[in-house]
């Protein structure tokens, strides 16, 4: 027990002669520059929200102000027309302040209002400039006159070197869709799913709705939307994620993999030094908002980034009837999980982050500990996996005072969570895929109690060095944690390294203490989460398919959006697997707007299913190509609405939440909502390609992620289009569904790219051809 000896800062003993205080310098001096750090990150955080408060301004720009008003206050004219004169005759002063001090004074107050005045000015300005949208549905080569004069004035209103966090106070709000434009955009979509039978009855339900209860729902949307920042957000996940009573592993947790075809390091210990280092690096960044914010690819039109808040220091907490995500300012530690073990791990010495190397060391030790689990624990994280209210009341009942609590809070109040697995993930062959849905699977569910589900990420790091992650959902979504991903990817390869031997870089200091087994006292716990969660993960059907000759470029190539033609891909690939259409998600980012998340972007259109109609029935190229573009055209289309807030899916959701609680059933939204979505989607998107040489090191690439089935009888696809020449495929079903099958539907998918890729080439072919032959022709006319 000597690492709990040298965590307390002083020992008393009483004796016959009084009290015999023994104070720990080490101690005391930790306990100080702790507090230190802890000063420097809140003024830190301090000056962060001024200069965020003043954007577009910056604080340098008030003594200009002042400077300038003094100066023309100097040339014996007054700027402010009367005012600072009345500003002195209501200042409260001393009569010892001379009458030319009471002037500058009045002017200084009056330079500070109006500068107050111009940045309210030009935030309010940049809010509507940055709510129009229009740019978006513009070809690039045929820009807009009010677009190009738009663009330039977001320039100027945008300021310089914005923070994490500066444009916040700027991003317009989501607008709430007219009843009767969201009604028609449903129709829509529902069409070529429907008989001619259900679309008229679906078209009755639609029409009174519209005509009658939705406006009224609609109205308490519109009083929302004046009074929150964001009237979707809150209500989705609190609805969608915190409500849930189900597992929230497989069901709604997601994961990201490593490198696919190089392992930096094969040494565990080493490959989670740099790895946790890294990721406190990126946790440093976020807390003095050195990271830029988010835009959309290839524009400067920001995203919101209040996602980000969230990331570190965050746990999801079981409730009963609802859960709750609780974020704390700060951690210094992680929480470690090896051999059904847990273990806090101190970050920091004397204020300071340890070195790779240190770190290393640490977790060496941890899995050098040969102590055996206390009874109970070795499968605790399994209450986690499984039914989310049997965890509510097994945490009220063992875990709500004494050692239990002290050692749950130790968890829930890490930084983030890591697990030490003895499991070995080799890629290895000509044909790594088998070894790829094993990789997936791990990622996802692991042993169902090995992670700590409830965390916003777990780390997990395989013995031979490996390593992936898992994220929980509610409090985020994919890409906010796929940045930070990829920037521990990049940090952990090319920045910090590892020496011959394959250890982290640098020097340990021997006076680290020892990592804190935590303790527990829980031999009574029964519980079915382990088998409730082993059974959802058995039942999961995992296949990862990475595709290294056919990508982004070639698809450009083709003139055809790359999300465009891998969603009309999905459409004929699923219409060979089950020989109908399927309602289909497309996750769409919301983030344009302030606390936006995402939208629904409903892929089977009536232009895809002709396609791929006339595809499968033999038309011909000609015929097969004007339908395919306009099926293109169409989920593009479809796709941008989905980001300016015209979208469907959320609209009718909250109408739904406020039906709800006027207590009034709708028929039309609650046959909208029991839909099931067959075919869930969704595209992550790599953000930082600059951290990557993709054309000297093109095996340092991830592989992206991917998530679990939504449906009982339907396919989760999550692809990522990486640099010019890579896509990869993450597609997930249930063994228990006879007519889903992982492998077949991922032969399928490849196919249908490979068909969809021979016949724009062969149209395009045809187009040269018929332009060499007019230009043979004209020549055989001069030449007459």
Not at 92 to 98: D, G, I
Not at 304 to 328: K, M
Not at 601 to 616: D, G, L, Q, Y
Not at 735 to 755: E, R, V, Y
């Amino acid at each position: 027990m000597a690492e709990a000896h040298q965590a307390v800062a002083f020992q008393f003993t009483i004796t016959p002669e009084g009290i015999d205080l023994q104070l720990s310098h080490q101690a005391l001096q930790q306990v100080y520059l702790s507090g230190l750090r802890s000063w420097k990150k809140r003024i830190s955080r301090l000056k962060n929200n001024f200069i965020t408060g003043v954007y577009p301004a910056s604080p340098s720009s008030w003594l200009f102000v002042v400077i300038a008003i003094l100066a023309t206050m100097y040339t014996r004219s007054d700027p402010s027309m009367g005012l600072i004169a009345k500003i002195q005759e209501h200042l409260p002063v001393s009569q010892s302040m001379s009458l030319q001090c009471q002037t500058v004074v009045s002017a200084v107050l009056f330079s500070t209002l109006l500068w107050l005045s111009l940045i309210f000015t030009m935030r309010l300005c940049l809010k509507q400039l940055l709510s129009y949208h229009k740019w978006m549905f513009e070809q690039r080569n045929k820009m807009s006159t009010t677009t190009k004069v738009w663009m330039a004035l977001v320039r100027i209103f945008s300021g310089r070197q914005p923070l994490l966090y500066s444009y916040q106070g700027s991003l317009p709000n989501l607008p709430v869709p007219a009843i009767k434009d969201t009604v028609k955009r449903y129709l829509d979509s529902v069409r070529p799913l429907m008989s001619t039978a259900e679309f008229e009855r679906m078209t009755t339900l639609a029409k009174e709705f519209e005509g009658g209860f939705g406006n009224k729902l609609n109205w308490y949307l519109k009083l929302k939307a004046l009074w929150a920042s964001n009237y979707v957000s809150d209500w989705w996940e609190e609805y969608i994620y915190l409500r849930g009573r189900g597992p929230i592993m497989v069901n709604s947790n997601y994961y990201g993999m490593d490198f696919v075809y190089v392992t930096p390091t094969p040494i565990q210990a080493a490959r989670a030094g740099n790895a946790l280092h890294a990721f406190l690096l990126y946790r440093r960044k976020l807390n003095k908002e050195d990271i830029k914010p988010s835009y959309i690819p290839g524009t400067f039109i920001p995203l919101c980034s209040a996602q980000c808040e969230r990331l570190f220091n965050t746990t999801r907490i079981p409730g009963e009837e609802t859960d709750a995500v609780v974020h704390w300012q700060d951690s210094d530690y992680v929480a470690v999980h090896h051999r059904g073990r847990y273990f806090r791990l101190w970050l920091y010495q004397a204020g300071r982050l340890l070195s790779p190397r240190e770190i290393e060391h640490q977790i060496q030790r941890i899995l050098d500990d040969p102590s055996p689990p206390s009874p109970g624990e070795e499968k605790l994280g399994a209450l986690t996996a499984g039914d989310r209210v049997p965890w509510a009341q097994a945490r009220k009942e063992f875990f709500s005072s004494g050692v239990n609590k002290r050692s749950l809070d130790c968890i829930e109040r890490a930084a983030f969570f890591v697990t030490l697995s003895d499991d070995e993930h080799v890629i290895m062959g000509d044909d790594p895929t088998p070894c790829l849905d094993r990789y997936a699977k791990a990622l996802l569910h692991g042993k169902c109690y090995d992670r700590w589900f409830d965390k916003s990420f777990s780390l997990v790091v395989f013995k031979n060095g490996r390593h992936g992650l898992n994220a929980e959902h509610s409090w985020a979504d994919a890409p906010v944690v796929a940045h930070m991903w990829e920037y521990v990817l990049a940090t952990d390869c090319f920045q910090l390294g590892y020496n011959e031997e394959g250890h982290c870089k640098g020097d340990v200091n021997p006076s680290l203490s020892q990592p804190q087994r935590l303790s527990w006292d829980i031999p009574s716990l029964r519980t079915q989460s382990l088998s409730v969660a082993q059974a959802l993960a058995d039942d999961v059907d995992f296949h990862v398919i990475t595709l290294r000759d056919f990508g982004k470029g070639r698809i450009k190539k083709l003139r055809v959006s790359p999300d465009a033609f891998i969603q009309i891909a999905l459409q004929l690939a699923y219409y060979r697997d089950r020989g109908m259409f399927s309602l289909t998600y497309e996750a769409s980012m919301t983030r344009l707007f302030r606390e936006g998340r995402t939208e629904t972007v409903r892929s089977c259109t009536s232009e895809s299913c002709a396609f791929v109609k006339a595809f499968e029935g033999g038309e011909s190229l000609d015929v097969c190509h004007r339908l395919f573009r306009m099926a293109c055209d169409k989920h593009q289309n479809l796709y941008r609405m989905a980001m300016t807030g015209a979208g469907i899916d959320r609209h009718l959701f909250c109408l739904y939440v406020v039906s709800k609680y006027l207590g009034e059933e709708s028929p039309f939204l609650k046959e909208v909502l029991s839909d099931p979505w067959r075919l869930s989607t969704s595209q992550t998107p790599f953000q930082q390609v600059e951290l990557f040489d993709m054309v000297n090191h093109p095996e340092y690439i991830t592989c992206g992620g991917g998530f679990g089935p939504v449906a009982d009888d339907g396919y989760g696809v999550s692809y990522s289009i990486i640099g010019e020449n890579i896509i990869n495929f993450h597609i997930s079903c249930k063994h228990s569904c006879p007519q889903t099958d992982s492998h077949k539907f991922g032969a399928l998918i490849k196919k249908s790219l490979t068909d969809l890729d021979q016949m724009l080439s062969a149209e395009q072919k045809a187009a040269r051809n018929e332009q060499n032959t007019g230009g043979n022709s004209t020549q055989a006319k001069k030449d007459l």
